[in-house]
């Protein structure tokens, strides 16, 4: 009853498709929520519900974040994110009880449904989160590897950068919160790495650590100062772009003043490259719909997909031919992106696993079965 609807479609390619729950403007109501058993317990349940009323294959928990109260002042809508000291205990208690209710119905059904969280990179809402734990009951985790410097900044900076750039906090780069991760007991082979594509727009500056005026929302009042990647596109010719070497990531300004820092073709393949390096699980992309063009082609994920079919690719600044690309499933608003191969090959790491999931576990998803190769 669900045919032509994203579900059905995402199933027919053979992907899976996962509900993404809270995120940057929901969130409050995790703390309460996740403070007492019996609101774990309905949440969980209400998980399950959910999954079985649409043929979910799993969830997605985007609590942002545990133990952290926010003031945000820029968007006052989103205004008030409310923490204690208590989230992180209360988080890996949700993610267990979710965890355990999921498999439960994955008895039931002789399937495994997943269960994975975004979560964050500034090294202080990394401390209110039990590394250990949750890597052990999330199948994956979401690094949300963006972000970085943006209208809240006191100075302009990338906001994708891949390495520190050298202002602003410490720690703060694609590099440094993978790291973070790794060294604190996450596991490189459940590590989606974070992409974006959309910009971060900086008013009246013209280069890095500038000083500025907020978000240019007058230059690009249709994404209320956050462009899309295509809408970025649209406007390079009327800009000068910048490519920062350090940080590997892409810059433009207008002659006149404004700014926008963002992730071209180049800088995708730069991160690709990254993920291959450090033997990561995939991407998380935020969103999808951001490079979609007029002729609907889609230009970051074609330099996505040529990086994974040749690691051997350099990234440069021309685009990658489309007859080196792959189709990867991924869902139209937020995905991930799997690195894995319909080959089913024996990864290397299985030899130290165990099989986690439910019988005859198919690819391209096998993390889970290792058995499955005998």
Request: charged residues 15%.
């Amino acid at each position: 009853h669900f045919e032509q609807g994203l579900i059905y479609m995402v199933h027919a390619a053979g992907a899976e498709i996962y509900p993404s729950i809270g995120g940057w403007s929901l969130s409050d109501a995790f703390v309460a929520m996740a403070a007492s058993p019996a609101g774990r317990q309905n949440f969980a349940n209400n998980c399950v519900d959910l999954i079985e009323e649409y043929e979910f294959d799993g969830i997605d928990i985007d609590w942002e974040y545990p133990g952290k109260k926010l003031v945000v002042v820029v968007l006052v809508r989103f205004a008030g994110h409310s923490g204690t000291p208590n989230d992180k205990v209360n988080f890996s208690l949700l993610l267990d009880e979710v965890r355990s209710a999921l498999d439960v119905l994955g008895a039931d059904t002789g399937r495994h449904f997943g269960l994975t969280a975004a979560l964050p990179c500034g090294p202080s809402h990394i401390s209110n989160i039990d590394i250990p734990y949750i890597n052990s009951v999330l199948d994956e985790l979401h690094l949300m590897t963006y972000d970085f410097h943006g209208s809240w900044s006191t100075v302009t900076g990338a906001a994708t950068p891949m390495v520190y750039q050298g202002w602003g906090p410490i720690d703060f780069s694609v590099h440094d919160c993978v790291r973070n991760w790794m060294e604190g007991g996450g596991t490189s082979y459940k590590i989606n790495l974070g992409l974006s594509f959309y910009g971060r727009s900086f008013a009246g500056a013209t280069g890095l650590q500038q000083p500025f005026s907020g978000a240019d929302t007058a230059k690009w009042s249709v994404d209320e100062g956050t462009p899309q990647y295509y809408n970025i596109l649209q406007r390079l010719p009327e800009m000068i772009s910048v490519r920062d070497e350090h940080t590997q990531t892409q810059y433009a300004y207008f002659p006149s003043g404004g700014m926008v820092t963002y992730d071209d073709e180049r800088s995708i393949c730069d991160k690709t490259a990254y993920a291959i390096d450090n033997k990561l699980n995939g991407f998380l992309i935020w969103e999808i719909s951001g490079d979609l063009l007029d002729d609907f082609s889609t230009p970051l994920l074609d330099s996505i997909n040529a990086k994974l079919n040749d690691p051997g690719l350099a990234c440069s600044d021309d685009p990658p031919s489309s007859s080196t690309t792959t189709t990867l499933a991924t869902a139209v608003t937020g995905a991930t992106v799997t690195t894995t191969s319909n080959s089913c090959s024996r990864p290397s790491w299985c030899s130290t696993q165990t099989n986690t999931c439910g019988p005859n576990k198919p690819c391209p998803n096998p993390k889970h079965c290792c058995s499955d190769w005998g």
